[in-house]
Every structure is written in structure tokens, then in C-alpha cells.
């Protein structure tokens, strides 16, 4: 299984802006890009108690 090429990006991208509208597309990345950044750190380990004892 491979990764999806531009055309299906594309289509992906297009279906998402007609589902969600225009405006609502900021607030999912956003959403999106915090709830990955959550994730990395709860893989890595780092919690927000460890970084007050530093």
C-alpha cells in the first residue's frame, strides 16, 4: 500500500472543503495539529511535571 499521490490529494482536499466549508477548514488543522502534537509527547515520554522539576 502506498502513499496517495497529488490527484487523490486533491480529491481528498476538495470532498473535506465540501463537507466542512470554507471556514471551518483552519479550525480542524489546527485541531488536528494539536491533537498530533499531543500524541509525539505522550510517545516520547515528556510530561508537563517534568518540566517543572528542571
Given at each position: 500500500?502506498?502513499?496517495?499521490?497529488?490527484?487523490e490529494l486533491?480529491?481528498?482536499?476538495l470532498?473535506?472543503l465540501?463537507l466542512?466549508?470554507?471556514?471551518?477548514?483552519?479550525t480542524i488543522a489546527?485541531d488536528l495539529?494539536?491533537?498530533i502534537?499531543?500524541?509525539k509527547?505522550?510517545?516520547?515520554?515528556e510530561?508537563?511535571?517534568?518540566k517543572d522539576?528542571k
Amino acid at each position: 500500500m502506498s502513499m496517495p499521490g497529488i490527484g487523490e490529494l486533491v480529491i481528498i482536499f476538495l470532498i473535506v472543503l465540501v463537507l466542512f466549508g470554507a471556514g471551518k477548514i483552519p479550525t480542524i488543522a489546527k485541531d488536528l495539529g494539536s491533537g498530533i502534537r499531543g500524541f509525539k509527547k505522550a510517545l516520547s515520554g515528556e510530561d508537563e511535571d517534568d518540566k517543572d522539576k528542571k
